[in-house]
């Protein structure tokens, strides 16, 4: 019986030893922020979305995504500062006078600013007609800074590759393909 106890408290002594010399458990990484990719024939451009900082914009965008809507769209507005791509009459060049003026009829309904961001060239935000509330398809990609708008528009995201794409695109540029990554 002796034996018992000795053996059983020596193996509960191993199992305790053992425990403390095995590695720390690593808290899970964080999640990362989705990636949305827009393939033209000038090349691609990929957008990180600002997940935690404008969740309910974001679900809106892949939501969208999901849906093939940026699909043959084309970029209706194209500045010295920015270009915008979401209405999805620029499918028909004969509605081109019309360009910009529609969306997918689904606004996200919320404004998710965030003071941490500002309008810097590859920041990309949503447009909306003086409402920040009635923001919806319509996303637009900085060219050059914009602290004007700060406040005024949500920074949903950033692009991480293909800013030189950005910079050759003009108005009709063709979004050929549009994926998350």
């Given at each position: 019986?002796?034996a018992?106890?000795l053996l ?17 458990v690593?808290p ?5 922020n989705p ?7 000038k090349?691609?451009i990929?957008?990180?979305?600002f997940q ?10 892949l ?5 093939n ?5 084309r970029?209706?507005r ?21 360009w ?10 919320v404004f998710e ?9 590859g ?15 319509q996303?637009?990609?900085m ?5 004007g ?9 950033r692009?991480v590759?293909g800013?030189a794409?950005?910079d ?7 979004i050929?393909?549009a994926k998350?990554?």
């Amino acid at each position: 019986m002796r034996a018992m106890v000795l053996l059983a408290m020596f193996t509960a002594a191993a199992a305790a030893v053992s425990a403390t010399n095995q590695a720390p458990v690593k808290p899970a990484a964080p999640a990362a922020n989705p990636v949305i990719v827009f393939d033209t024939l000038k090349g691609s451009i990929e957008i990180e979305l600002f997940q935690t900082e404008t969740p309910k914009s974001v679900e809106h965008i892949l939501a969208l995504m999901k849906r093939n809507f940026y699909r043959g769209e084309r970029f209706h507005r194209v500045t010295a500062s920015l270009v915008q791509v979401g209405d999805p009459q620029s499918r028909d060049m004969s509605r081109q006078a019309y360009w910009g003026s529609n969306n997918s009829g689904e606004p996200i309904g919320v404004f998710e600013w965030s003071k941490k961001r500002s309008h810097v060239r590859g920041a990309v935000g949503l447009a909306h007609s003086g409402n920040p509330l009635s923001a919806d398809s319509q996303i637009y990609i900085m060219k050059t800074p914009s602290q004007g708008l700060d406040g005024k528009h949500a920074i949903i995201g950033r692009v991480v590759t293909g800013m030189a794409v950005v910079d050759k695109l003009v108005v009709t540029d063709v979004i050929k393909d549009a994926k998350v990554k």
